[in-house]
């Protein structure tokens, strides 16, 4: 019975994911979740209280998605430079393979993340991620090969920004460029662009008039 529990909410949440990437959440109805589901509208109530209760635990399975991808690198052992690389292609390659992920992280912030702040579980992930990082930098520092005083936080904002906005906003960069983003070798070379970026970044050693906090100068 715990298996079939399990089966039913996984089908659930799949058919709810296909239907708020596609809608969003306000323009996603509870009868086509059911109906893609194939599952009455009384099992989806008895698994879930409510659209918002649903639509944050769909949240939650793309946060966890995209950590999962990124933790299933393994980074122990590894020199820093090339543990940040294998995180940055990481990274990029869940947005390029997940496409789900994008349209949920778009509409989410088009609700100002006031679903995601009722989740306890995806903060508790990204503290997770903020320590990964401060222990690779960490290392780095340690070795001579990273600079000093790099925040984890805005790192890893820059290196997922680099493969977000490529992506997210594909369509319009497309035409305006006439270069087809979406083909592998642009995926490719985007990628090597942002680990380029990234480490380039990490092992260039600062210059006056560089923002970096004076104690690390």
Not at 37 to 45: D, H, T
Not at 114 to 142: F, M, T, V
């Amino acid at each position: 019975m715990k298996r079939d529990s399990i089966r039913t909410q996984e089908k659930i949440l799949a058919a709810a994911q296909a239907e708020f990437a596609r809608r969003g959440y306000d323009g996603a109805r509870v009868d086509a979740i059911v109906a893609r589901a194939k599952i009455s509208k009384n099992l989806l109530y008895h698994h879930f209280r409510s659209k918002e209760d649903l639509y944050i635990r769909v949240l939650e399975r793309t946060y966890e998605t995209l950590r999962r991808r990124q933790g299933d690198i393994p980074l122990a052992g590894l020199d820093p430079i090339e543990a940040m690389r294998r995180l940055c292609e990481s990274t990029f390659q869940v947005f390029v393979e997940e496409p789900d992920v994008i349209v949920m992280l778009n509409t989410e912030n088009l609700h100002r993340g006031k679903h995601i702040s009722k989740s306890p579980i995806i903060r508790a992930l990204y503290d997770r991620l903020s320590e990964s990082l401060r222990i690779i930098l960490k290392d780095g520092e340690e070795k001579g090969v990273f600079r000093k005083g790099i925040d984890p936080v805005e790192l890893y904002i820059s290196m997922s920004g680099l493969g977000y906005f490529y992506l997210s906003n594909q369509h319009t960069l497309s035409l305006l460029f006439n270069r087809r983003l979406r083909d592998p070798e642009n995926i490719e070379r985007r990628q090597a662009h942002i680990v380029d970026m990234v480490i380039s970044y990490l092992t260039r050693i600062p210059e006056e008039g560089d923002w970096t906090p004076d104690l690390v100068r």
